[in-house]
């Protein structure tokens, strides 16, 4: 049995952790959609992971490494640039889970703060786009512009339609129009988010810019009602 490195159990840690808040969710508020489906991707990340090394080609592999310092510094000024891309920019921003009014701040600090920046930076910049590297033979380059269409796509279908931002299929057309800001913000934060991973290959980074923005941009949904 091949031994596990430090790294990868580190990062399996997060999974850990993104499992018990999902499982958290499901149980507490079993009417809201987003609990099973970050605990579907909880366990999507762990399999793949746990399996990852049986890709055929050898590729640089990104974890969550010990500089902690370094990795809250540079994720917080990057955040800090996105946001200030989304001021100057009108429509211009990512789009985060759609949670019904009724459940607590506590838990939607939980969700969109931790929970989604942790899950998704394991699936996109880590699993997605080393697989396909190793799977097809792309580029950095191409693979991250690739795992980004997916990323935009994911957001679109999972927080859009599946958590109830938008109605049905059917407004499909409408849908992405009203979104379209959003959408191109997320392509594009996607593809500033696996460029971090692979020139700095240190995940914590990813984590911390993403859940710097998604912190904005629920600050500006609930005006504070965290403080009261």
């Known amino acids: 049995m091949k031994k596990v490195s430090k790294d990868k159990k580190r990062l399996l840690l997060f999974v850990y952790l993104g ?18 489906v970050f605990l579907v991707i909880s366990i999507v990340n762990y399999v793949l992971l746990v399996n990852g090394d049986r ?22 000024v990057f955040a800090l640039l996105f946001i200030i891309a989304t ?25 969109i703060i931790i929970l989604a920046p942790i899950l998704e930076t394991i699936l996109f910049p880590k699993i997605l786009q080393e697989k396909l590297q ?14 980004s269409f997916v990323f935009v796509l994911f957001h679109f279908l999972s927080y859009g339609i599946l958590l109830g931002a938008l109605g049905t299929l059917t407004d499909l057309y409408g849908a992405v129009v009203a979104v379209s800001g959003s959408l191109i913000g997320a392509f594009a934060f996607s593809m500033l988010d696996g460029w971090i991973a692979y020139k700095f290959k240190n995940l914590l980074i990813n ?9 904005y941009i629920l600050y500006k949904i609930i005006p504070f009602a965290i403080v009261s």
């Open 134 to 147: 190793a799977t097809t033979g792309m580029s950095k380059q191409k693979a991250n512009f690739w795992k």
């Open 87 to 111: 001021v100057a920019i009108p429509g211009f921003s990512i789009l985060i889970p759609t949670l019904p009014g009724s459940i607590s701040t506590i838990l939607n600090i939980a969700v």
């Open 55 to 76: 890709d055929g080609r050898r590729v640089t592999e990104v974890y969550i490494t010990k500089d902690y310092g370094n990795g809250i510094a540079y994720g917080l």
């Open 207 to 215: 984590i911390i810019t993403h859940a710097g923005i998604n912190a």
């Open 19 to 36: 499992m018990l808040i999902s499982l958290w969710m499901f149980v507490a508020v079993p009417d809201v959609r987003a609990g099973l």
